[in-house]
Structures are given as structure tokens and as C-alpha cells.
T-cell receptor, first 114, second 114 residues
Framework: NAGVTQTPKFRVLKTGQSMTLLCAQD?????MYWYRQDPGMGLRLIHY???????AKGEVPDGYNVSRLKKQNFLLGLESAAPSQTSVYFC?????????????FGPGTRLTVL | AQSVAQPEDQVNVAEGNPLTVKCTYS??????LFWYVQYPNRGLQFLLK??????LVKGSYGFEAEFNKSQTSFHLKKPSALVSDSALYFC????????????FGTGTRLLVSP
């Protein structure tokens, strides 16, 4: 039982390059989230999904796209990376049944855009 | 809209002394409050939550938090700090809608000195 995993752990991009971050979970959770963490700003929600095939915008969605083709995977894409997207990205999951339960976080992906 | 404030960027305490990490919140309805801890280069880990009931909530690693509705606060406490408690602590409040979306504070770094 791996919980929530994120791939890759680290990545350096040049401005304008694209990449996809993968979040995978083996807990059969319905809800999945992508956050970014920046110093002094806490965690901000980028996009989220309430189930397979669904996605929705969070607080800071610009410059990102997501897909949830399979229940266990939530992909975060950067089509044309910008230095402002340098951040640590966290995926989190949450079960449908436990509305007051905690979110379960992955270990994070540290992205640097030069 | 809901919000969370953590007024201290850093809290310093000597090992063995009691610690308090402050959190105040603003929501339109009933607050559902959470504390998470983040160790270096790791994802967030759940510590404790307040949903309803007793205002004093006990959580992992000897931490507890006191919910105060009149002061709209949810301060994290521990009677005797350990050096290993040094980490980044986040307070979060759940959105009052039916969707489990958390809003995080900016985080407080706790430094426990030997």
C-alpha cells in the first residue's frame, strides 16, 4: 500500500518547455487535488477532481491543465512553463465517504523553471 | 469566503517547555478545522481536527488544539516540546460548501532548541 505517490520528485525546465506531473493513489479515493506551495503563501489549490473523468479549477489554475482519465491517477500539465511556476507541487486525495476526514498528501515534486 | 491566519512566521521554544502555535479563522458557517505538520522535504501529515463536540482536541505526537468559537481561534499546543517537533505547521479550515476543499494558512515554523 503505497498511498499517494508523485512522479517525478525533482525537475528543472527551461522557460517555454512543457511537462506533466503524475499523481497516483492506491486508496480508491474519489477526490484528488493539486496544490502548489510557495514560501510565505501556504498551499494554494490549482485544480481538483471529484471523480474519474471530472476536473475543476481551484484558486490558481492559470497556466496549468489537468486530467483524470483513471480514478487512481491525476495528471498536472504545464504547457509552456514560466519562472513563476517554480514551486513545490503536492497532490492530495480524499475519500468520498469521509467528508470530515483528512486529506492524504504525496511527498511533493520540486519544480524549477529557468 | 473562508480564510485562515497564522500570525507568527516562526515560533521558538526550548525543549521541555510548552508550545503554542496560533491560528484564527473566518468562515460563514460552522468551521471544520485541521492542523497539519510538514517535515523537511516531505508532504503534509495530518495532526488533528475539530469537527464538533469537545473544544479540546487531542491528536498525534502529544499535540492538542483548543477550539474557541468566540475568539475564532484554533491554537495548537503541546505541554512539553521536543527537538523533533521542529517543523512547519499549517492550520486549515474547510470550505462551508458541500465540497471538501481546504483553505490553508501560510504556515508557522516551529524551532525547538535543545
Amino acid at each position: 500500500n503505497a498511498g499517494v505517490t508523485q512522479t517525478p520528485k525533482f525537475r528543472v525546465l527551461k522557460t517555454g518547455q512543457s511537462m506533466t506531473l503524475l499523481c497516483a493513489q492506491d486508496m480508491n479515493h474519489e477526490y484528488m487535488y493539486w496544490y502548489r506551495q510557495d514560501p510565505g503563501m501556504g498551499l494554494r489549490l490549482i485544480h481538483y477532481s471529484v471523480g474519474e473523468g471530472t476536473t475543476a479549477k481551484g484558486e490558481v489554475p492559470d497556466g496549468y491543465n489537468v486530467s483524470r482519465l483513471k480514478k487512481q491517477n491525476f495528471l498536472l500539465g504545464l504547457e509552456s512553463a514560466a519562472p513563476s511556476q517554480t514551486s513545490v507541487y503536492f497532490c492530495a486525495t480524499h475519500p468520498l465517504a469521509g467528508l470530515f476526514d483528512t486529506q492524504y498528501f504525496g511527498p511533493g515534486t520540486r519544480l524549477t523553471v529557468l | 469566503a473562508q480564510s485562515v491566519a497564522q500570525p507568527e512566521d516562526q515560533v521558538n521554544v526550548a525543549e521541555g517547555n510548552p508550545l503554542t502555535v496560533k491560528c484564527t479563522y473566518s468562515v460563514s458557517g460552522n468551521p471544520y478545522l485541521f492542523w497539519y505538520v510538514q517535515y523537511p522535504n516531505r508532504g503534509l501529515q495530518f495532526l488533528l481536527k475539530y469537527i464538533t463536540g469537545d473544544n479540546l482536541v487531542k491528536g498525534s505526537y502529544g499535540f492538542e488544539a483548543e477550539f474557541n468559537k468566540s475568539q475564532t481561534s484554533f491554537h495548537l499546543k503541546k505541554p512539553s516540546a521536543l527537538v523533533s517537533d521542529s517543523a512547519l505547521y499549517f492550520c486549515a479550515v474547510r470550505d462551508g460548501t458541500g465540497f471538501q476543499k481546504l483553505v490553508f494558512g501560510t504556515g508557522t515554523r516551529l524551532l525547538v532548541s535543545p
